[in-house]
């Protein structure tokens, strides 16, 4: 069936360090892709979307393009700060009938100042 | 204004008790759903409402049975409660159901505990 793959953790940086956090998926046609993240205590709010392929979803100095070509949607941002530790979501839906989440495992990300 | 709410925000019962978990969200959207997430943060959806209609019911134990009064409601009931249901429940809620859904809207979570 269907699936995410995502850049296991936890991922540990240093202040102003470039990230990167690798997303990849089976299957092909979703409609639009997502990154979630998760602060510590709290739920998932949504932190960028793209909504068709070559679509670069940003929001708070991340960035992340759809890439139906290698069927990929890395999450990237050129200086983290000690406020972006957090766990980070990649989730296509499934599409069809309903709009079916399926996460990835989840990447913790651990900022150091 | 707080989007999407759970209480309550921690239960810790013992095994065999029956507990529910209340959700509500005032952003006008029609479809809600339930989260299981493990200690490992993997999150895996339990069931999903539109317009009250039960559409997404996965594998879960008959124990656990949500209930939808009304569209800004979604409730979970859980019957004979196991060590292993100790976990973070997420409600969420979305405008529309099918591919042309918008993003999920997520409430705080339930921390359940059960000992």
């Known amino acids: 069936g269907d699936s995410v793959t995502q850049m296991e953790g936890p991922v540990t940086l240093s202040e102003e360090a470039f990230l990167t956090i690798n997303c990849t998926y089976t299957a092909t046609g979703y409609p639009s892709l997502f990154w979630y993240v998760q602060y510590p205590g709290e739920g998932l709010q949504l932190l960028l979307k793209?909504?068709?392929?070559?679509d670069k979803g940003s929001n708070k100095g991340f960035e992340a393009t759809y890439r139906k070509e290698t069927t990929s949607f890395h999450l990237e941002k050129g200086s983290v700060q000690v406020s972006d530790s957090a766990v980070y979501f990649c989730?296509?839906?499934?599409?069809?009938?309903?709009?079916?989440?399926?996460f990835g495992t989840g990447t913790l990300l651990a900022v150091q100042p | 204004d707080t989007a999407v709410s759970q209480t309550p925000k921690y239960l810790v019962t013992q095994m065999g008790n029956d507990k529910s978990i209340k959700c509500e969200q005032n952003l006008g959207h029609d479809t809600m759903y339930w989260y299981k997430q493990d200690s490992k943060k993997f999150l895996k959806i339990m069931f999903s409402y539109n317009n009250k209609e039960l559409i997404i019911n996965e594998t879960v134990p008959n124990r656990f049975s949500p209930k939808s009064p009304d569209k800004a409601h979604l409730n979970l009931h859980i019957n004979s409660l196991e060590l292993g249901d100790s976990a973070v429940y997420f409600c969420?809620?979305?405008?529309?159901?099918?591919?042309?859904?918008?993003?999920?809207?997520f409430g705080p979570g339930t921390r359940l505990t059960v000992t």
């Open positions: 793209a909504t068709k392929a070559d």
């Open positions: 989730a296509p839906p499934l599409g069809g009938a309903t709009n079916k989440l399926i």
């Open positions: 969420a809620s979305s405008q529309g159901a099918g591919q042309g859904a918008g993003e999920q809207y």
